[in-house]
């Protein structure tokens, strides 16, 4: 068989056509993910040179990484807002969801769904520096509170600190934890928490053993979305923290840019990808009996 | 069947939705072990009343009463009723034995208490060994059984069944309607059911309410209520009813004389006007199986009269014919059992038609 008609037989069969139609998304991604990705991987096992990376083999960035007292804790912080962030969002973002699905009329559903998905219209950037205006030395709260005097100077515990990212981080990712919740939640069959209630159980005891269950799958997929991108965040610690408290996004930036480390701050990205994607499987891998087996 | 304690009461019950006006005034009672059935079209109310029963819905006024108590402001989990609902509601997080259990888990059983009484239940309506499956892993017929299972393990006074058949094709369907028959009497729990398959309520019920736009219609046992329908919505509702435009003549002592298009001047009992007078004209109603085609040589039991076959429908056990009537202008519809030997007459055929003026109804 020649080489022409073996590219016509191709052409007309249905892997071809599949072939054809992805293949555009398909070298976006590799041009623009995979191929960046195997140059980070590749650089956080190379020795890191002046102004050059030196293609030498080394494990040592990856050492650095792991028993670097600074690193190790920067990592600890990066992740202890992630999931402070993450509780915190799904938290808030149930109850917001449950209301929505429960308890406003089926034709303005959609109304409630457009009101909260409105901070998307603004950009991030914006809105973080929303906050700062608000928890600011010199922001709302502050002034608000010494202006009806309840208090004489400006609390310091409100900004430029941990908990001011959270609260910055949970508002922004609020409507990616709505949205998922809401899903399945309109999924659950409302004769499912008649049949708990008939069965005995009260309202509250329906929703833990009925829709609590039920809604599982959404929760997982708000904590994904939110977890994963806020432990890469960089510009809300630069912003609200005034770069004074470094989570492991800037501390890869100032090793890249500034330090130009390549090979350690490959080293300490792909670590921190490892140990996203561990935290995550070790979630999933928790809560699999509600994730599987559901019609 | 007199004699048996009453075990729910609609006392005037009137149920709003806004200004739609779902339940007009509903009296009636059930009793206890009976097989009662909420028969009537889509829209008519009959679910509305059922999860009035269950707690779901909260009646406008009038009062709702089970087993002698006063249900206003009983919330469904603590009312004696347990309900098969229309989808069944499985929990599809729960495997077959967890939704059979679920009801038991405030009882707080131990293991082995639970496992067997789950096991017993799982028995009953034919599921043995299927109570490590999960829920998504069941067929239609099977979902039904695991909520049968579900309600019944509770022992309630009332198991409640909204349309439970409904989604079940005709061979499984009738099979359930029997299956759940026996396990009523075995139960001896008081069953009442919603359907519009008015076929399934006469085979299932011990009594049926046929409801018509929020109202009960007619109120009966299965034969009362095919043989003696109230009105001509309920006769029409119920199998099928050929109707003859008829004049009442004289009326006394209990016999009614009436003047019919296709039968004469006939005379009946007053029982066979079992209606109230409505105002819409007065006509006879009877079913196509109480007359019958006469072949050479028969001889009518009671009365004959003579038609013209105008149409054939030929179903292997049963022909339906449909025949003019001697001095009629619209057929009415004859239903026979095929006999071995012989034939199907065609259409166009003379021929002469038994029937009974004690099979009549009169309609006013």
Known sequence: ?295 | MNERPTMIEFQDVHKYYGDYHALRGINATIKAGEFFSLLGPSGCGKTTLLRTIAGFEEISSGAVLIDGKHMEGVPANQRPTNMVFQSYAIFPHLTVEENVGFGLRRERLAKDVLARRVGEALEMVGLKGYGARGAHALSGGQRQRVALARALILKPKVLLLDEPLSALDKKMREQMQVELIKLQRQVGITFILVTHDQEEALVMSDRIAVMFEGEIAQLADPETLYRRPNSRKVADFIGTMNFMPASVVSESGGRIEVDTQGFGRVEIDAAQAPGATTGNGTSIGFRPETLTVLFEGQVAADRECMATIEEVVYFGDMTYYDVRLDGMQTPVRISMRNVFGRPVLDIGTRTRVAWSPGALVLFR
């Open chain 1, 1 to 295: 068989m020649s080489l022409a008609t073996r590219w016509a037989r191709f052409r007309k069969s249905e892997g071809g056509s599949g072939l054809a139609l992805v293949s555009p998304t398909a070298i976006y991604a590799i041009l623009l993910l995979a191929a960046p990705l195997a140059t980070i991987l590749l650089f956080s096992v190379l020795t890191d040179g002046y102004l050059v990376v030196e293609p030498v083999f080394t494990f040592g960035n990856y050492i650095e990484t792991w028993t670097n007292r600074i690193y190790r804790s920067v990592m600890m912080r990066s992740l202890g807002v992630s999931v402070a962030v993450t509780v915190l969002t799904v938290l808030l973002a149930y109850p917001v969801a449950y209301f929505v699905s429960f308890h406003v009329q089926p034709s303005k559903k959609s109304l409630w769904l457009f009101l909260i998905t409105i901070p998307f219209w603004t950009s991030y950037l914006i809105r973080v520096f929303l906050w700062k205006v608000i928890l600011g030395y010199n922001g709302v709260i502050n002034s608000g509170l010494m202006a009806t005097g309840i208090i004489d100077e400006p609390l310091t515990a409100i900004s430029y600190n941990v908990q001011a990212f959270v609260v910055t981080l949970a508002h922004a990712y609020a409507p990616f934890a709505i949205l998922p919740i809401y899903v399945v939640l309109e999924k659950i069959d409302r004769s499912l928490l008649e049949a708990g209630q008939d069965l005995g159980e009260s309202k509250f005891r329906t929703f833990l053993r009925v829709t609590l269950p039920l809604s599982v799958p959404g929760i997982a997929a708000a904590v994904l979305i939110v977890f994963i991108p806020t432990i890469g965040d960089y510009v809300t610690p630069n912003l609200i923290g005034g770069g004074k408290i470094p989570m492991i996004a800037n501390m890869i930036e100032v090793l890249m840019l500034v330090r130009d480390n390549k090979p350690l701050g490959a080293a300490i990205a792909v670590s921190a990808m490892a140990i996203v994607t561990a935290v995550s499987l070790l979630f999933l891998f928790t809560i699999r009996k509600y994730l599987r087996g559901q019609k």
